[in-house]
């Protein structure tokens, strides 16, 4: 996480990079904006930043020139790639530190959602015991 930390980015900036990681795929300003829930302004001042600092790159979309699509550059894949290690590393240090009992409670109610068993993305059911 040290290394996460030195980069010395805003956020927005981290949540930028994650995104583009996570979708691997190059995206316009307007799809970025969406996905990090910014406004293209402020998403373009974002990517400007990331691009100079070597992150980033922008291109003209090939089909439409009018749209800039931004993609992870070398540095950045690897900053993404150490920024998502040091996420799990220091889940595990966690969940070692757990009492056992309470480590395999933690296991079964994350099991549905690691499984792909339940959206969690969604909000949950109400459950109807606990409605009046």
């Given at each position: 996480?040290?290394d996460v930390a030195k980069a010395d980015?805003?956020?927005?900036?981290?949540?930028?990079?994650?995104?583009?990681?996570?979708?691997?795929?190059?995206?316009?300003?307007?799809?970025?904006?969406?996905?990090?829930?910014?406004?293209?302004?402020?998403?373009?001042?974002?990517?400007?930043?990331?691009?100079?600092?070597?992150?980033?790159?922008?291109?003209?979309?090939?089909?439409?020139?009018?749209?800039?699509?931004?993609?992870?550059?070398?540095?950045?894949?690897?900053?993404v790639t150490m920024a998502v290690d040091?996420r799990a590393d220091a889940l595990r240090?966690?969940?070692?530190?757990?009492?056992?009992?309470?480590?395999?409670?933690?296991?079964?109610?994350?099991?549905?959602?690691?499984?792909?068993?339940?959206?969690?993305?969604?909000?949950?059911?109400?459950?109807?015991?606990?409605?009046?």
């Open positions: 996480m040290a980015l805003a956020f927005s900036q981290f949540r930028t990079l994650m995104e583009l990681g996570a979708r691997g795929t190059a995206l316009s300003v307007n799809e970025l904006a969406d996905a990090v829930q910014l406004s293209v302004a402020a998403t373009g001042r974002v990517v400007d930043k990331l691009v100079g600092l070597g992150y980033t790159d922008r291109r003209e979309d090939p089909t439409d020139r009018r749209v800039k699509r931004v993609s992870l550059t070398a540095v950045g894949h690897t900053f040091a240090a966690f969940t070692r530190r757990l009492p056992s009992d309470v480590a395999h409670a933690l296991a079964c109610a994350l099991d549905p959602v690691v499984n792909g068993d339940i959206d969690y993305f969604t909000a949950p059911n109400p459950d109807p015991q606990t409605e009046s």
